[in-house]
């Protein structure tokens, strides 16, 4: 699938559909992060071909860049600061139609015109990393978006400590 503005169509949300068992029997016996991620965010990024599909793992003050598909990205990025560090501050998941929009939107890549950032919770609840996604293409998420990823996320959820 590309990413065509498709953002609540019955495509995407079978798409979704399917990524559910896939995903868990790659995760079955996957006890590794690092690992789990690195599918994750392949597994995502073929499945859509969004621009850049990658993690943030929370370090101390700052988000440092983990497992992602896409071109080089940002490797550190400051609590509350830019779409991840925003959601990361908020704990809770961002859609941003328009990146040039976002104040203090934080440009890895020209080419990312719009994002969704989920908080992904380590076992004891507080935000552990956050699962960020940049499209080419304008207004790119929706709700669909935001349910199917929450979902997916919660399984990464006993992997963090």
């Given amino acids: 699938m590309t990413t065509t503005s498709k953002k609540n169509s019955a495509e995407r949300v079978a798409a979704y559909d399917a990524l559910g068992p896939q995903w ?18 392949a597994l995502i990024h073929d499945t859509f071909g969004w621009h850049w599909v990658g993690f943030y793992r929370v370090a101390g003050a700052e988000l440092v860049l983990g497992p992602f598909q896409g071109p ?15 959601a990361w501050k908020e704990e809770r998941t961002l859609v941003v139609p328009d990146v040039s929009a ?16 989920v908080p992904i919770r380590a076992r004891d609840g ?16 929706g709700t669909v978006d935001v349910h199917g990823l929450e979902t997916l996320c919660e399984t990464l959820q006993p992997l963090f400590e």
């Fill in 72 to 86: 080089v990205a940002c490797t550190r990025i400051t609590y509350g600061k830019g779409v991840c560090g925003s």
């Fill in 102 to 117: 976002f104040p203090g939107h934080i440009a890895c890549s020209p080419h990312s015109r719009s994002e969704i950032v």
């Fill in 24 to 41: 868990a029997q790659l995760l079955d016996d996957e006890r590794d992060l690092i690992a789990a991620m690195a599918n994750f965010s």
């Fill in 126 to 141: 507080r935000v552990a990393a956050v699962l960020d996604i940049d499209s080419e293409v304008p207004d790119d998420f």
